[in-house]
């Protein structure tokens, strides 16, 4: 029997400018085409897991406006459990603005609104009221407030859940809380910044003790897939298959999504990082940082190649 997935992050609507290239600092880069899109690395995580057929249910806030009844109903519309989703009076719905160059590259800055306005008393209520969540994965992003994250790991490894913590941003992460983490997922530059080493330096890095989490570190790598370390043998590469990348925004949620769903499956961790990968790939080959979230059945054909 499968355990449920359960997202505490962040809800946003992305405003998204296509252009030939990224401006520099100071710079106006002109015949941009806009696009508005659903987002948030929560709300994409969610989708993710919830596309690949995963009992999903999200924790997080949105603001008392338009903004935020789309993105709930976004949501719901997906198959997701909303019931943990609040609606702040006082704070506006979370706004990334993002900037994608033609190859696929993009710049990101964020409002975070009700987001970070999130509190730790909420999300020990709502991670009480599912329960027991033994064989439950509990999917946890840097992108609320820090005394948020806390709580929810605290909460949830103490209802006996198994926790992924996607550390992203990395910079504000405090390092206490890996040790309530059993697998975290940073891309190379958060894991560089977790462990003061340069990126040219990533096997310095690879050791969990380092970041003293229970289980795993898998590290995302982009086209190159990931590398899962543990605390047993050496480093093991995941290799991604080359696929025609649009839109690099939201494969790391894809990843994530995927890497929960599988898991809560009750599928081995390789395999688990072997879907992932894929689906991360399969995402950047789309516009959009949910379009792209493929389905089981697309997520089944990418791996049969």
């Known amino acids: 029997m499968s355990g449920r997935v359960i997202v505490v992050g962040g809800v946003n609507v992305d405003l998204v400018v296509h252009s030939a290239r990224l401006p520099g600092p100071g710079e106006t880069v002109t015949g941009g085409v806009f696009e508005r899109h659903d987002g948030g690395k929560g709300g994409n995580q969610a989708v993710a897991a919830a596309r690949l057929g995963a009992d999903v249910r999200f924790i997080g806030a949105v603001g008392d406006d338009s903004f935020g009844s789309e993105a709930r109903a976004a949501l719901a519309a997906e198959g997701i459990d909303v019931s943990g989703l609040a609606t702040n009076p006082d704070a506006a719905t979370g706004i990334a603005l993002i900037l994608v160059d033609a190859t696929g590259e993009n710049l990101i800055s964020v409002a975070s609104g009700a987001n970070r306005a999130f509190g730790p008393a909420s999300v020990e209520a709502e991670l009480a009221r599912l329960g027991s969540l033994g064989g439950d994965v ?25 926790t992924i913590l996607n550390p992203a941003p990395a910079d ?42 229970r289980e795993a570190v898998v590290v995302t790598l982009g086209a190159d897939g990931a590398l ?7 480093p093991r ?26 898991l809560a499956q009750g599928l081995a961790l390789e395999e688990a990082v072997l879907q992932a990968v894929a689906g991360g790939g399969l995402a950047t080959t789309r516009p959009g940082a949910r379009a792209g979230m493929p389905t089981a059945a697309e997520l089944e054909a990418a791996l049969r190649g």
């Open 237 to 262: 590469p995941v290799p991604a298959t080359a696929v025609n990348v649009v839109d690099t925004t939201g494969a790391g949620d894809a990843f994530n999504g995927a890497l929960a769903a599988a």
């Open 138 to 162: 509990v999917l946890v992003s840097n992108e609320l407030a820090a005394s948020t994250v806390a709580a929810a790991l605290h909460a949830a490894s103490a209802a006996g859940a198994r």
């Open 228 to 234: 899962v370390v543990t605390h047993h043998g050496p």
């Open 172 to 213: 504000d992460l405090d390092r206490g809380l890996l040790a309530l983490v059993d697998i975290l997922t940073p891309n190379r530059s958060e894991l560089c910044t977790l462990t003061g080493t340069d990126a040219a330096d990533l096997e310095a890095a690879q050791a969990p003790e380092r970041l003293a989490v």
